[in-house]
């Protein structure tokens, strides 16, 4: 019997499309794009408006011919790679090499494989979109004009085998720059001084609202203290609020995957992808945080239920970035009751991220309490203050917490009751030398940020721009030992100051891109010869 052809990129995709599709339907794949620009010579006619010239991949010179005889054989094809810029050009190229009419070829697009999705996609075909596969031409042109144009030249003039890239080459760049800046970095020295109080058994923890940098002015400010008496002079509680991040796109699932999962960008994108074609999840490569409505009801219905009313809230959220798509949708779950998923370890932990943010996005706000204290020694200018937050209603936070690149260098503190006027015995003070620090080296998922604030790339090419300059030697993840430093610490106690110097590790680094020299050295060479490159 002859059937509609569906044509898609990956076989686990057509496995799961064919789910829902009836008998007449067969769903089929091209294992992604079937023609590109050759891998020799530019293949681009500069003179002639910049034409390239493109060629069926060698290895689908096979799975071409099979689809042509398919397409031959079929009622109908229907074009169903991804609704991106690279799958519009995976549909076009394929209208070329079989022989199809991208004017009158049927073209569907679906932001989830699910049956309504693909129903309404197949009930709703349209062609093939010219601009948007010229939009990925036109990268792809860029992409080898600025390869093969720099590419010899690094060879000639540095070493053989070496390549440039319209993004790769910023992207190294970003991290040589960052690690100089550490290098050449010089720290500030101040001391943190911290007093520590009894509350009727309880310990109280506070630090001296100002710096101090010298070592005498430290000793002179404890020696002044050391016979003072202390006690609350203001308790000051405000209400406050905390409200959930957006629900996923490609660059915020890759760096939150890093911190919470310890998943490199490629891992992410890998086990997304897996999730996209087992219809678990929506389409992974995005820029917009928009949410349809049949997700915006889901997400209410699932936390109502699950956690009841007062939890929900109902948020529509802006995407920064101008060039953002804002036809697709947010990463998210296509199934908002399905809190988790069995199998695949790693797609289990992905698919539970992804759920927690989606629905969290949905939730109120957590509120919260805020509470400082100021302590003071009675008849000096000294002040000493502590602070702890209380949650009055969990809201969002009952469900998720984001992650963060670094950690912040504070304590919970949670404080004990107090009343203004009380007095304070002391217990210590201690002044730490305290050396500040530079910027963090780039993690992958900080990298991914500042790509994506810097505008550089799309949500498609932060992952194998990421490996391909680690594959290729410009750059590594490593691991620094650090080195040791003494640093300075008086402590009073009972009225008796003692001077000790310690010692720390500064500059220790654990899965960290660093350079490579050949990194640095290609970097140098580009900076200075095709600034505008990088």
């Known amino acids: 019997m002859t059937k509609h052809l569906v044509i898609v990129e990956s076989p686990a995709k057509a496995k799961t499309i064919e789910q829902y599709l009836g008998n007449e339907y067969e769903v089929v794949a091209s294992f992604g794009h079937v023609r590109d620009l050759p891998k020799k010579g530019m293949s681009i006619d500069i003179e002639h408006g910049f034409t390239p010239t493109y060629e069926i991949n060698a290895d689908k010179k096979k799975t071409v011919a099979e689809l042509r005889k398919k397409a031959k054989a079929a009622k109908s094809v229907w074009l169903a790679s991804d609704e991106d810029r690279e799958g519009e050009a995976i549909a076009w190229h394929l209208c070329i090499a079989l022989g199809l009419k991208p004017e009158t070829t049927k073209r569907i697009v679906f932001h989830e494989i699910t049956k309504p999705a693909i129903q309404h996609a197949i009930a709703n075909p349209r062609t093939v979109y010219q601009h948007l596969f010229e939009a990925q031409q036109a990268r792809r042109v860029l992409d080898r004009l600025v390869g093969y144009e720099l590419s010899p030249v690094l060879w000639k003039k540095i070493q053989p085998g070496l390549s440039a890239g319209r993004v790769q080459s910023v992207a190294v760049r970003l991290i040589v720059d960052r690690e100089r800046e550490i290098t050449s970095f010089k720290p500030a020295v101040l001391f943190r001084t911290y007093g520590y109080f009894d509350v009727k058994g309880h310990a109280l923890k506070t630090e001296l609202t100002k710096r101090i940098a010298d070592e005498s002015e430290v000793q002179a400010l404890l020696e002044r203290l050391k016979n003072s008496a202390f006690e609350v002079e203001n308790l000051e509680a405000k209400p406050g609020k905390r409200s959930p991040a957006a629900p996923f796109i490609t660059s915020t699932l890759q760096q939150e995957a890093s911190r919470k999962l310890g998943f490199s960008v ?73 809190h988790s998923i069995t199998g695949d370890a790693q797609q289990a932990k992905l698919y539970q991220l992804i759920w927690q943010r989606a629905v969290a996005s949905q939730m109120a706000d957590a509120k919260l309490e ?165």
């Open 266 to 338: 490629r891992q992410t994108m890998s086990v997304a992808q897996r999730l996209y074609e087992a219809g678990l999840i929506t389409y992974m490569r995005t820029d917009s945080v928009n949410l349809s409505d049949t997700a915006l009801v889901g997400a209410e219905k699932e936390i109502i239920t699950s956690y009841g009313k007062p939890y929900a809230q109902r948020r529509t959220y802006t995407t920064k970035s101008a060039g953002a798509q804002e036809a697709h949708e947010a990463i998210r779950p296509t199934d908002f009751a399905r």
């Open 370 to 534: 805020k509470t400082i204290v100021t302590v003071a020694p009675k008849d000096q200018p000294e002040r000493f203050s502590a602070q702890a937050e209380t949650i009055q209603f969990d809201g969002f936070l009952k469900v998720y917490t984001e992650g963060r690149d670094e950690e912040e260098d504070e304590e919970s503190n949670l404080l004990p009751p107090m009343e203004i006027g009380q007095s304070l015995p002391l217990t210590k003070m201690i002044a730490r030398q305290n050396f500040s620090r530079p910027k963090p080296r780039y993690t992958e998922a900080s990298l991914v940020r500042q790509l994506e604030e810097m505008g550089i790339g799309r949500p498609s090419t932060f992952a194998p721009t990421i490996s391909t300059i680690q594959d290729r030697q410009y750059v590594i993840k490593s691991d620094l030992e650090g080195i040791e430093r003494q640093a300075i610490e008086l402590t009073m106690v009972s009225r008796t100051i003692q001077r000790a110097e310690l010692t720390e590790t500064t500059g220790a680094d654990r899965n960290k891109l660093m350079p490579t020299p050949v990194g640095e050295l290609v970097t140098d060479f580009l900076v200075k010869f095709f600034p505008g490159i990088v």
